[in-house]
């Protein structure tokens, strides 16, 4: 799992991850989308992709929350799956370069 804070709102994040995210592949598509926001501006956003890989017939999910609760920013991607098989189900990296994706896409805002 990848984590990070950043200096932009949940919501306003959430679009620049999903903008970057399908643009990331032609078989990628946003399966999901949670959206709670409290009355007093705190919002928690959770994005669900799933991407089709031709090389091995495989999917690969990537899951994202996005929550200002304590304040600041925070943002959690990991990605799961792009293996075969029931037993041997390695993923050979796929659902860590998937999860990249999220850590691009918000690399201008990240909080040092």
Do not use: H
């Not at 304040?71 to 041997?88: D, E, H, M, N, Y």
């Amino acid at each position: 799992m990848q984590t990070l804070t950043i200096g932009i709102p949940p919501l306003e994040a959430a679009e620049v991850v999903r903008t970057r995210v399908l643009a990331s592949g032609s078989s990628v598509e946003c399966v999901g989308e949670y959206v709670n926001r409290s009355a007093d501006g705190r919002d928690v956003v959770m994005l669900v992709f799933e991407k089709y890989f031709m090389r091995n017939s495989s999917r690969a999910s990537l899951s994202v929350v996005l929550e200002n609760v304590n304040g600041q920013t925070w943002v959690g991607a990991t990605g799961s799956g792009g293996g075969q098989g029931a037993v041997f189900s390695f993923d050979w990296g796929t659902g860590e370069e998937f999860a990249a994706v999220v850590t691009t896409a918000l690399t201008p805002y990240l909080l040092r």
